[in-house]
């Protein structure tokens, strides 16, 4: 029995084959209609990167900078919306899902053109997912084409239908389709065959020998300083008036490493939006915002989670006296009684200047789909804490130091990123809270590659304090390699050949049955159990959420923020300027 997609956003495509063409469109083009007022055309938009992007290649981009540019230069099939967090067409006008969930079909818009003006059709498609599959690419997004332990099988049913078959149903299949950026087979076949792939598309690459089916296109390219994108005048969007979109005339990305000068260059007027802004420069920049012609919006809690985690894995070599301190951790009254120790509020207010929201769960309120509302509200109790310790068999000195059964002081240290001031605050501030309880704790800030190495590689640590979640989807899904016990990710234990507890097997079995169970509803049930178990057992500590807060000016319409990255650039093809251009 196949099931069709029925939703909101499918009334776009309707409206999109029901116009007649506009100024800038054929009659075989089946454009789709983007939502909101038109706007006139025109300008450019300057946007800092806080990095130099390292490629320009969709296939091997691992890094954020790269993301955002090459977002704007590609198209999805089918797009998660940023504000709704739900998908919605693409290039693909719509779809179906048959076999029992094991099939999605999708049906691609008619009359589309990469930005050099070379047709679009299911061969590019097919094309695609063969190259993010092949092992010579070193794709990251490989793994999440692989459902069942098989690869996604892409097959071309006609010129516009492409049929995807997996090895077992995939509750979410669809929402794969907004990461898999659509690649011109007619310019990347030929190193695809030679094996080369993943050498293709430098920074160095003349913008000729590029294309994309996104919003822009590469102009030109300045080493350490900026890149420039133009408007793509085949994009496959138009408003309402027929107008094709985008607005913009140029997209200018200038590369401004530190948030401070970020903030200085916005300030100045040199920059029109600023995509993340931290907790200490909220109030810096709202306090003249009026006077200079932009805002500041706090969008409340992203998806992103901050934790503290003790190692509960076997390390490579067991350093002097880890064992004694894993059987404190290992029990779960003593992890429940530091989490009861920890005062989040004060992470909020003394690391985040109160943009943050403090959680008991992994789960933040900004995940509007996903969150269990049941979980309770963090609360702070040194007695309740002290109660725990006092039935794991821990007891007080006189000079009320915390020590083991056998009389052993308890200390120990936490491992953080040191270029991260935030958890760096964090992890002082747990450790005067866990000073109250008798616990002798320091802190050792790393360099981020040395914390990842002792954590999932020698894992030669105690406790690590970090953040998870701050991607471009909501889905359960797109943790899978940190709930399943065999997981790469599973921090506090990782690649376990079977799971170390009950409650570890527990959650594998929910995970994997999530990823099959078709109705939201019943998946939504399943998940709210992990959340549960997570909680329960305290594998990570939920610590905080930070707020995702942006910047930008006030003439600029079409602009709508988002907790999903990119938080303000997701829509560059409705961005538009109110007044004079740039």
Not at 220 to 243: C, H, I, M, Q, W
Not at 406 to 413: E, Q
Not at 467 to 495: F, I, K, Q, R, Y
């Amino acid at each position: 029995m196949e099931r069709r997609v029925a939703r909101t956003s499918r009334a776009l495509v309707t409206l999109a084959a029901l116009l007649a063409p506009g100024p800038g469109a054929s009659a075989a083009e089946e454009l789709l209609v983007a939502p909101g007022d038109p706007r006139t055309p025109g300008g450019r938009l300057v946007v800092g990167l806080t990095a130099e992007p390292k490629t320009l290649n969709p296939v091997t981009n691992s890094d954020a900078a790269s993301r955002d540019v090459i977002g704007r230069t590609t198209a999805c099939l089918v797009c998660i919306d940023r504000d709704t967090q739900r998908t919605t067409p693409g290039l693909a006008k719509s779809w179906a899902v048959s076999e029992g969930g094991r099939r999605i079909t999708l049906v691609l818009r008619q009359g589309i053109r990469f930005s050099d003006g070379h047709p679009f059709d299911a061969d590019d498609v097919v094309f695609s997912f063969a190259a993010y599959q092949d092992e010579r690419s070193h794709s990251p997004q490989r793994d999440l084409l692989f459902v069942g332990g098989k690869p996604i099988r892409a097959t071309r049913v006609d010129a516009y239908t492409v049929a995807f078959d997996m090895a077992e149903p995939y509750a979410v299949a669809e929402r794969l389709f907004d990461g898999v950026a659509v690649l011109p087979r007619h310019l990347l076949e030929a190193k695809f065959r030679e094996g080369k792939l993943a050498e293709a598309w430098g920074l160095g690459t003349p913008p000729a020998e590029m294309a994309g089916l996104g919003p822009f296109r590469v102009k030109s390219y300045a080493p350490g300083d900026r890149l420039v994108l133009e408007r793509n005048p085949y994009y496959f969007k138009a408003d309402r008036a027929g107008t094709r979109l985008p607005y913009l005339d140029e997209l200018l990305l200038l590369v401004v490493p530190s948030e401070d000068a970020q903030l200085v260059r916005f300030q100045a007027g040199e920059t029109d939006l600023v995509g993340r802004v931290g907790p200490d420069s909220f109030e810096v920049l709202a306090k003249d915002s009026s006077a200079r012609g932009y805002s500041v919006r706090d969008l409340g809690p992203g998806l992103e989670y901050s934790f503290l985690f003790f190692n509960l894995g076997e390390p490579e070599k067991r350093p002097d006296g880890l064992e004694q301190r894993q059987a404190w951790w290992k029990d779960v009254l003593f992890r429940r009684a530091v989490s009861l120790a920890l005062d989040r509020e004060g992470m909020v207010r003394l690391a985040f200047a109160g943009r943050a929201t403090a959680l008991a769960g992994h789960v933040t309120p900004g995940n509007k789909l996903w969150r269990n509302e049941a979980i309770p509200a963090p609360r702070r109790s040194l007695d309740d804490a002290r109660a725990l310790l006092r039935r794991a068999g821990f007891s007080w000195r006189d000079d009320g130091s915390l020590v083991d059964a056998a009389g052993r002081p308890v200390a120990f240290s936490i491992v953080t990123n040191a270029s991260n001031t935030a958890r760096v605050k964090m992890a002082t501030i747990a450790q005067d809270d866990l000073a109250e309880l008798g616990m002798k704790v320091s802190v050792a800030p790393l360099e981020m590659r040395a914390v990842i190495d002792r954590v999932l590689q020698t894992r030669d640590y105690d406790a690590c304090l970090l953040a998870l979640g701050g991607g471009g989807d909501a889905d359960p899904n797109v943790e899978m390699n940190v709930w399943l016990s065999s997981g790469p990710t599973h921090l506090w234990n990782p690649g376990q050949a079977k799971p170390a507890t009950p409650w570890e097997a527990e959650i594998d079995r929910l995970m994997r049955l999530q990823v099959v169970t078709m109705r939201h509803e019943e998946r939504k049930k399943l998940y709210d159990r992990v959340q549960e178990l997570v909680v329960e057992n305290l594998p990570v500590l939920p610590l905080v959420a930070p707020h995702v807060v942006v910047a930008g000016k006030d003439a600029l319409a079409g602009l709508r923020p988002a907790i999903l990255a990119p938080y303000v650039l997701w829509n560059a093809e409705e961005l538009a300027w109110k007044g004079p251009r740039r």
